[in-house]
C-alpha cells in the first residue's frame, strides 16, 4: 500500500479543516459542497474493506430522501447489507482526518482490521440522479484506483439495485446476475408467474400510478417495465422531466405530510404510490368519494405481507417461524393488530435498515418495515431451499402454495428495502388476494399520528434507550414527555435525532385527531417553555 501516493492523491480532495462529519443512519449525508474528500476517502476504505472480507464491496453515492443539493455515500457489505458497525467507526475517523493525519489512520485501520495489504480489492459504484451525483462518484473511484483496487462503475442505478449487485457478486451469481438485465429478468419472471395465478388479473389490464419523487426511480421503471408489462401498467409522474428531487413529492413528503404529492392526477379509487429519490422506499395511497386522503404506510405494507405469507404457508402445510421487526415510529394499531389479531410477534429495532435487517435474519421468514415504506422480508437459506424442493414435488393446492411462495422468495430484493420489488410484490398479493386498495386499508385503523422535524443548535444533546422510545438527555425530557403524553388516551411519543438530516424528529400518536395535534405540538415545543436560551428546541 502506497500512503505517500495516497496523501499526495488527497491533496486533490483536500478535507476542510475543521470539517467533522459522521456515518450516520445511513452513511455520510450533508450538503453536496462539502463531500468530496468522503467520497475520496471512502474510496479507500471500500477497498481496505474489500481485502479484509475478500469479497466485493459497494459504494452508493446518494442522499435518498434528502434534498436535491445534499448528497451522500455509504458502504455495502458482502451480502449486500448495510456497513458492520465497527466500520462505521472507522469511516468516521477517516472522514474527520486532518490531512496530514490520513496516512496515520489508514494504517492504524489496517492494523486493526488484519487486512492483508497483499490482497486484491474489488469496488462496484452507483449512483443517484443528483446533479452532483457524477462528479462525487469520479472522486470514489479516485480512492478506490489509487489504493490499487478495481472497480465496476454501474453509473446510475437505485439504492437497492446496488445492494443486489454486490450479493449477485459475491455468491457467485446463486442470488442472480450481477447485471441491470439479471436484476430486471429475476423480478419480472417471479412477478409474471404470479399474476398468471390471478383469477382477473393476468390480463395485463392492471395499473398503479407512480410518483417517482423525479429521482432515479422513474429512469429504473421505464427501463425494466417491458419486462413486466404483461402484469402490469406502471403509470408514471413526477419523472424527473420537470420538477426537483423528492421536492412536494415522494414517499418521504406523502409520509410526512400525510398528503399526495404534487403533480399526481388522482381520482377517488385509483391505488397510487411513491417512492423515494433513490427508490428504496415506498408508500401506497389513495383518495376516497369524499376526496378524503388515505395513506397506506409501511406498517400496513408489512401487515399486508406477512398476513399473506402465513397464509401460504399454512395451504402449504409448513410450521415456520415468521416473525416482524418495526421501530419506534410503527403505528400502535399495526403493531396490535400483528400481535393479536395474526399472531405473529414483534420486535423494535432502532431505526435504520441495518437493525431492522438484522432482527429479521433471525426468522425462518423475517419481514421488517419501517413506517416510511423502506423495507422487505428475508427467507433463511434453508427455508429458501425447502421451499423450491416442495414447489416441485407437491401437487395441488398445497404446491401451487408452493410455487407461490417460492416466485415471492425471487421477487424480494433480500438484499435491501427496494420500491420496485416491493410494489411488485404488493401488486401480486393484491391480485391474487383480490383486494382493493380500500379493503386492504381497512385491515386496521392507524392511531393518528404526527411527525415533525424541529431544527436545534445541537441536535446531539438528545441521546435516547429502549430503541428510541425513551430519550435520556437532556435531564428532564423524558419525565415532561411522559406527563403530557398521560393525559391522552393510548398516546405515545418520543423524540429522536435523525441520523440523515440536521434535525430532530418528534413523533406522537394517539387516539383522536386533536389530541395528536395537540400533543406533538407540545412534545415538539418542550423544552423551549421555560428556558428559552438553552432550549433543545429552538423553532419548528
Ligand atoms: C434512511 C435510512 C432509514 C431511515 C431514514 C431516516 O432512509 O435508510 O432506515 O428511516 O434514513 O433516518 P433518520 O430518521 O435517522 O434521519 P433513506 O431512504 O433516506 O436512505
Redo the contacts with the bound molecule.
Keep these: 500500500m502506497d500512503l505517500e501516493a495516497v496523501s499526495k492523491r488527497s491533496a486533490f480532495h483536500a478535507k476542510p479543516q475543521g470539517l467533522i462529519l459522521q456515518y450516520?443512519?445511513?452513511g455520510f449525508?450533508t450538503n453536496a459542497q462539502h463531500l468530496d474528500h468522503i467520497m475520496f476517502r471512502m474510496g479507500l476504505l471500500a477497498v481496505l474493506r474489500s481485502k479484509q472480507t475478500r469479497s466485493t464491496i459497494g459504494v452508493m453515492v446518494?442522499?435518498?430522501?434528502?434534498p436535491e443539493e445534499d448528497n451522500g455515500v455509504k458502504l455495502v457489505d458482502p451480502l449486500g447489507e448495510m456497513l458492520a458497525p465497527s466500520w462505521e467507526e472507522h469511516a468516521t475517523r477517516l472522514a474527520s482526518a486532518e490531512e496530514q493525519d490520513l496516512p496515520k489512520v489508514l494504517a492504524a485501520i489496517v492494523e486493526r482490521e488484519a487486512v492483508d495489504p497483499q490482497q486484491t480489492a474489488f469496488i462496484v459504484v452507483g449512483r443517484d440522479t443528483r446533479p452532483s451525483s457524477e462528479k462525487l462518484s469520479q472522486s470514489v473511484i479516485d480512492g478506490v484506483t489509487v489504493l490499487g483496487g478495481q472497480f465496476h462503475d454501474y453509473g446510475l442505478l437505485t439504492?437497492p439495485q446496488l445492494h443486489y449487485m454486490v450479493y449477485c457478486r459475491n455468491s457467485e451469481g446463486r442470488y442472480g446476475q450481477a447485471t441491470i438485465e439479471g436484476y430486471c429478468q429475476k423480478l419480472s419472471r417471479a412477478f409474471v408467474e404470479l399474476m398468471k395465478q390471478a383469477s382477473c388479473s393476468g390480463d395485463g389490464s392492471r395499473w398503479v400510478k407512480v410518483d417517482c419523487a423525479n429521482g432515479i426511480g422513474a429512469l429504473k421503471l421505464k427501463e425494466m417495465e417491458h419486462y413486466f408489462r404483461q402484469g402490469l401498467s406502471v403509470l408514471l409522474f413526477n419523472d424527473g422531466t420537470e420538477g426537483r428531487l423528492n421536492h412536494l413529492c415522494g414517499?418521504?413528503f406523502v409520509k410526512s405530510q400525510q398528503k399526495p404529492p404534487q403533480g399526481m392526477a388522482m381520482k377517488p379509487g385509483d391505488r397510487c404510490c411513491s417512492f423515494?429519490?433513490?427508490a428504496?422506499?415506498i408508500v401506497y395511497y389513495y383518495c376516497d368519494a369524499a376526496g378524503r386522503f388515505h395513506l397506506i404506510d409501511g406498517d400496513k405494507i408489512a401487515t399486508l405481507i406477512s398476513s399473506f405469507l402465513k397464509e401460504l404457508l399454512l395451504e402449504i402445510g409448513e410450521n415456520l417461524n415468521i416473525g416482524v421487526v418495526q421501530?419506534a415510529y410503527a403505528n400502535g394499531s399495526s403493531t396490535r393488530y400483528l400481535e393479536e389479531v395474526m399472531k405473529v410477534p414483534v420486535y423494535c429495532t432502532k431505526?435504520?435498515?441495518?437493525h431492522?435487517h438484522h432482527k429479521a435474519q433471525e426468522f425462518d421468514i423475517g419481514v421488517y418495515f419501517?413506517a416510511?415504506g423502506?423495507g422487505t422480508a428475508l427467507f433463511s437459506e434453508a427455508v429458501e431451499a425447502r421451499i423450491k424442493r416442495l414447489a416441485q414435488e407437491l401437487e395441488d393446492e398445497k404446491g401451487r402454495a408452493a410455487r407461490m411462495l417460492a416466485s415471492f422468495i425471487d421477487l424480494f430484493n433480500q438484499a435491501a428495502?427496494d420500491a420496485i420489488s416491493d410494489m411488485l410484490v404488493i401488486e401480486a398479493i393484491l391480485a391474487l388476494k383480490g383486494l382493493s386498495v380500500q379493503q386492504w386499508d381497512a385491515i386496521y385503523a392507524d392511531l393518528p399520528n404526527r411527525q415533525l422535524k424541529v431544527k436545534v443548535a445541537d441536535r446531539r444533546v438528545i441521546s435516547t434507550t429502549d430503541a428510541e422510545r425513551q430519550a435520556v438527555t437532556p435531564p428532564g425530557l423524558q419525565e415532561a414527555i411522559n406527563d403530557l403524553v398521560k393525559k391522552y388516551k393510548l398516546a405515545r411519543a418520543f423524540v429522536?435525532?435523525?441520523?440523515?438530516?440536521d434535525?430532530v424528529?418528534v413523533y406522537a400518536e394517539a387516539t383522536s385527531q386533536v389530541s395528536w395535534d395537540q400533543s406533538t405540538d407540545r412534545v415538539g415545543n418542550q423544552g423551549t417553555q421555560g428556558r428559552s436560551k438553552h432550549s433543545v428546541f429552538g423553532s419548528h
Design positions: 450516520g443512519t445511513a449525508r446518494t442522499a435518498s430522501h434528502n439504492t414517499a418521504d423515494d429519490g433513490d428504496d422506499r421501530t431505526t435504520g435498515v441495518k431492522l419501517e416510511n423502506h428495502g429522536r435525532p435523525s441520523g440523515t438530516e434535525v424528529r
